[in-house]
């Protein structure tokens, strides 16, 4: 059993930058795959970012590639997300999501959900 919580968002200017943060309890957190995803008024949740389970491979989604870092902290059991260059669209409920399957976390299947954290980036 994993539990997420995430952390850092607020309102922001475009062109700012904020950093969220997953903090994760439970055991094993080395071995799962970590993602980001988030949520737009009245759109469907979208892919953001993700992150191996060492830590060697991330894969970001184009809207934010580029702009936005991911990293995690295996000894503190964390996961971040640095967002930089912010915009508008980049306005949402922003959630952290764990599972052992890379591609499952990819594909928005991941076991375990944080309940997010809403970020407002004003123009």
């Known amino acids: 059993q994993v539990q997420l919580t995430e952390s850092g968002g607020g309102l922001v200017q475009a062109g700012g930058s904020l950093r969220l943060s997953c903090a994760a309890s439970?055991?094993?957190?080395?071995?799962?795959?970590l993602g980001w995803f988030r949520q737009a008024p009245g759109k469907e949740r979208e892919f953001v970012a993700i992150?191996?389970?060492?830590?060697?491979?991330?894969l970001y989604s184009d809207p934010v590639k580029g702009r936005f870092i991911i990293s995690r902290d295996n000894t503190n059991n964390t996961v971040s997300l640095q967002m930089n260059s912010l915009k508008p669209e980049d306005t949402g409920v922003y959630y952290c999501?764990?599972?052992?399957?890379?591609?499952?976390?990819?594909?928005?299947?991941?076991?375990?959900w944080g309940q997010g954290t809403q970020v407002t980036v004003s123009s």
């Open positions: 439970g055991r094993a957190f080395s071995s799962y795959a």
């Open positions: 992150i191996s389970w060492s830590g060697d491979t991330t």
């Open positions: 999501a764990a599972d052992l399957r890379y591609w499952a976390v990819y594909a928005g299947d991941g076991e375990y």
